[in-house]
Nanobody
Framework: QVQLVESGGGLVQAGGSLRLSCAAS????????MGWFRQAPGKEREFVTA????????YYADSVKGRFTISRDNAKNTVFLQMNSLKPEDTAVYYC?????????????????WGQGTQVTVSS
């Protein structure tokens, strides 16, 4: 069992930055692929980024490539999402997720544990 708690969301102006954190409980964090998804009002939850168990491989949606960076600290059971050059279209609830992988899968069904989400709002 893995419990995930996101933090770091908020309101930021376009062009600004935010850093999201996801703290995981349980002893399976280091054996889990970790991902971030987001859901805007009236839209489907979509893949944002994922990181392999070791942190050696990362994957990004085209819409965030070059602006967002995922990282993890297995000693602290935490995954991070650094978001730079934010745009109004990045506004959404951001969810942390954990699963068995593979990390290169953008599919929501790859993940079996989800956090409660944190709101990110980017004003123009």
């Amino acid at each position: 069992q893995v419990q995930l708690v996101e933090s770091g969301g908020g309101l930021v102006q376009a062009g600004g930055s935010l850093r999201l954190s996801c703290a995981a409980s349980g002893r399976t964090f280091s054996s889990s692929v970790m991902g971030w998804f987001r859901q805007a009002p009236g839209k489907e939850r979509e893949f944002v980024t994922a990181i392999s168990r070791s942190g050696g491989s990362t994957y990004y949606a085209d819409s965030v490539k070059g602006r967002f960076t995922i990282s993890r600290d297995n000693a602290k059971n935490t995954v991070f999402l650094q978001m730079n050059s934010l745009k109004p279209e990045d506004t959404a609830v951001y969810y942390c997720a954990a699963g068995p992988g593979p990390a290169y899968s953008y599919n929501r069904e790859t993940y079996n544990y989800w956090g409660q989400g944190t709101q990110v709002t980017v004003s123009s």
